[in-house]
């Protein structure tokens, strides 16, 4: 078996695509990094920027003499929402950070309260989803209540990562299928491997999971470092303490959620390698194999209301952030779409997907 374990990281090692799979992870949030700072497109001067145009915008379609009593309430959140972001705006230009935080927590208060009353410009404003407002409101008040402030721009390091947590499953799955799109690929086009290697398929396919694992965990924590390290370079670590709200609910520092975002990030690609390598029972193309693996883990983005029904399956899961944060809740419009379930269910799919796999690989041994 270690003999198998060794012959197997070989491989992976020694593969240019791997290799360059790993360097452009690495690349990609050093990159990442200095064009978010000079093009400031996360800072909470864009969005509330474009949240104030909204609600100038809502404020000339519904006017407050075609507003019946009961929907005037609508147009006092607009004007919360128009005045919260004047707020943050007057806080960044005095260099006020707890005016800022002060501002967006009127904000996320405002949007919350138009989510939950369901008005009618409910789908003309940019809101995030509800259990993300919910959260970013609890976590505001924990900063508020402790005077520490808000994180409104990529500087630090852990400003950065706080910004750019619902875009790292993008990155993360993308890198899971570019290493393993190709998994069993070589051992079903030269079959002397097998013959030279006469081992069980479930000794062998566990051995290339495995392997594939360790070197997708190596390329997580490679770029991980490097989230911490450019930052901290020029601006500091900055606060790894500041409060992230899982499920909208539970308040955890920041460490404390990246340690429980990695974990289910390692467990959703894991899931993809054995799809991939499933997948490459029946496909000998790369590039097929990638589509399809891509195409999967996309559908429930596309079909949200589809996976409403098929929440069992593992593709809505992949997106940790999305998962954790409980907009998978949102997205789906399905309760059962939680933290806890996710876990269980990527576990199990990783399962059956080697269980058909190693009677897939029994089948054509035979």
């Known amino acids: 078996m270690g003999t198998q374990f060794a012959f197997d990281w070989r491989q992976i090692i020694h593969s240019r695509k791997n290799m360059a799979v790993l360097g452009l992870f690495m690349a990609a949030f050093i990159v990442a990094f200095f064009a978010l700072s000079w093009t400031k497109r996360l800072d909470v001067t864009q969005t509330s920027q474009a949240t104030a145009n909204a609600a100038l915008a809502n404020y000339a379609e519904y006017n407050l003499d075609t507003l019946s009593q009961a929907q005037k309430p609508l147009l006092a959140n607009l004007d919360a929402q128009n005045s919260a972001t004047g707020v943050i705006g007057l806080g960044l230009q005095l260099d006020e ?122 390329t997580l924590l490679a770029g991980f470092a490097l989230m911490v390290a450019t930052p901290a370079l020029i601006a500091g670590l900055g606060d790894f303490n500041y409060p992230i709200a899982v499920m909208g609910t539970a308040i955890l520092p920041l460490w404390q959620y990246i340690l429980l975002f990695g974990g289910l990030t390692i467990l959703a690609g894991i899931w993809l390698i054995s799809f991939s390598m499933l997948v490459n029972t029946w496909i000998t193309n790369v590039y097929l194999t990638t589509f399809i693996v891509t195409a999967a883990g996309l559908l429930p983005v596309m079909l949200p209301q589809l996976f409403h029904f098929l929440w069992f399956l593992p593709m809505p899961y992949l997106d940790s952030y999305a998962t954790l944060s409980g907009t998978l809740v949102d997205r789906l419009n399905q309760p059962l779409a939680s933290v806890v379930i996710g876990t269980g269910l990527l576990f199990l799919w990783t399962f059956v997907n080697l269980f058909i796999f190693g009677l897939r690989v029994k089948k054509e041994a035979a």
């Open 97 to 218: 950070p707890d005016t800022t935080r002060n501002g967006l927590l009127s904000l996320r208060t405002a949007q919350l309260a138009m989510r939950q009353h369901h008005y009618k410009a409910l789908n003309t404003m940019p809101l995030p989803p509800l259990h993300q407002l919910t959260g970013d409101v609890r976590s505001l008040n924990v900063l508020k209540s402790e005077g520490r402030p808000a994180a409104t721009s990529v500087s630090t390091s852990a400003s950065y990562i706080v910004l750019v947590l619902p875009y790292l499953g993008w990155i993360t799955g993308a890198a899971a299928i570019l290493l393993s799109c190709d998994s069993w690929i070589e051992r079903r086009r030269h079959r002397t491997l097998i013959t030279a290697r006469p081992l069980t398929a479930g000794l062998a396919g566990s051995s290339r999971l495995l392997m594939l694992t360790g070197f997708y965990i190596l």
